[in-house]
Nanobody, 121 residues
Framework: QVQLVESGGGLVQPGGSLRLSCAAS????????MGWYRQAPGKERELVAS???????NYADSVKDRFTISRDNAKNTVYLQMNSLKPEDTAVYYC???????????????WGQGTQVTVSS
């Protein structure tokens, strides 16, 4: 059983920072792309940032220059450093992963349970 466990969410004031972590555990042969998505109340889930196994990164325009995604392949973990947070960043943040199980069976589009980020004074 593979699990993606997010942590690091919480309440922060505008202009503050948070660091999200997502650790993948279980029988994983290799993690491919990993990413962070978010969903605000009444809105569709949207991509925040993604990173491939080789380190190619993509950001949503709304978070460029404020958020930084990184990963530690040895720990099967992806991080999202969020700086200069704004009220409009308030959402549930979800980790997403594409990986291979032993035997090289691919499991694309695997989701964590989500972590709440609230930016408010």
């Amino acid at each position: 059983q593979v699990q993606l466990v997010e942590s690091g969410g919480g309440l922060v004031q505008p202009g503050g920072s948070l660091r999200l972590s997502c650790a993948a555990s279980g029988s994983i042969a290799r993690l491919n792309a990993m990413g962070w998505y978010r969903q605000a109340p009444g809105k569709e889930r949207e991509l925040v940032a993604s990173i491939t196994y080789g380190g190619t990164i993509n950001y949503a325009d709304s978070v460029k220059d404020r958020f930084t995604i990184s990963r530690d392949n040895a720990k099967n973990t992806v991080y999202l450093q969020m700086n200069s947070l704004k009220p409009e960043d308030t959402a549930v943040y979800y980790c997403n992963a594409d990986f291979f199980l032993p035997g090289w069976v691919r499991r694309p589009d695997y989701w964590g349970q989500g972590t709440q980020v609230t930016v408010s004074s």
